[in-house]
């Protein structure tokens, strides 16, 4: 099974259920709500799936994307999507294990744009979120994008986060959140 992103360009997706890639639909609306903000950004995709949403920064000059992927099939996906479409880029690094711990090897750094799609029925939403919020990834003005089921609450209750916009399409809704500030300590 093939996708297409930005430019025409196609990549290769995983046959079966083990990935879900985010359906075109849902990416434009991402990029385009993200429009003016991804050129020079340093990006984060958690759950990258085959890749398309890192692909699809870098295509539209993201600095730098930074991917976390469990899967060892989907691994060898993006690393043959991103080659197809990038070439040998320098600003591409895929990890490959456990989302939660692949976090803490980020701890001091910051990304301004974040994706993350786990598999909807998961458990990966709240320790994610959360270890977003404690290692302080998300850069001030920075968003994080959630995908998640529209029948599925977004996490809510994370003081160091607040959500800025929620939006339906179809069966997939995504969330954004921005870094939350106490009263009184912003500029």
């Excluded at 930005?6 to 990029?31: C, H, S």
């Excluded at 060898?76 to 990890?95: D, H, P, T, W």
């Excluded at 977004?154 to 009263?183: D, M, S």
């Amino acid at each position: 099974m093939s996708l297409r992103i930005y430019g025409n360009r196609q990549l290769k997706t995983l046959l079966g259920l083990e990935t879900r890639p985010t359906p075109a639909r849902v990416r434009e609306a991402v990029f385009n709500i993200w429009q003016g903000e991804i050129a020079g950004c340093r990006w984060l995709d958690l759950c990258a799936g085959a890749g398309a949403m890192s692909a699809e920064a870098l295509c539209r000059g993201a600095a730098e994307v930074v991917a976390i992927e469990k899967s060892d099939r989907a691994c060898r996906v993006i690393r043959e999507n991103l080659q197809k479409i990038v070439g040998s880029a320098q600003s591409f690094y895929l990890l490959r294990g456990d989302v939660v711990q692949k976090l803490k090897t980020l701890a001091g750094r910051q990304f301004d744009r974040i994706y993350f799609d786990p598999p909807y029925a998961s458990d990966l939403y709240k320790p994610v979120l959360e270890a977003l919020a404690h290692y302080r990834l998300l850069a001030e003005g920075g968003e994080l994008a959630v995908e998640h089921s529209p029948y599925r609450l977004p996490i809510e209750g994370l003081p160091e986060l607040q959500i800025c916009r929620q939006k339906v399409y179809g069966n997939t809704a995504l969330t954004f959140y921005q870094v939350a500030f106490e009263p009184g300590l912003r500029d």
